[in-house]
């Protein structure tokens, strides 16, 4: 099965005047409406927000050990973002 992301996002660094209670109230309407449709045709796994670009941090398991690191950096406009899923 393929899968795809939606991704909404905004630029680092500009700030973005807070949505007021209706547009917040018609965004989550919308997404809920889209993920109805994605889960009654089988294609969708899950939803979950996206920390900012700078808690980006790489995870290795090796000989039963975990290491994190920061990173990885961004080499273009393309972010690497960790996922929080609630």
Known sequence: MT???LSVHGVEGE???PMTEE???RS???L???EKDMKSNGAW???GRLHEPSTA???RASGGQVLT???PFAESKEYPLRLSVP
Request: aromatic share 12%.
């Open 3 to 5: 899968y795809y992301l």
């Open 15 to 17: 700030a973005r005047a």
């Open 23 to 25: 547009e917040m109230r």
């Open 28 to 30: 989550h309407e919308r």
């Open 32 to 34: 809920g409406t889209i």
């Open 45 to 47: 796994v899950f939803s």
């Open 57 to 59: 941090t790489v995870v």
């Open 69 to 71: 690191t920061d990173g």
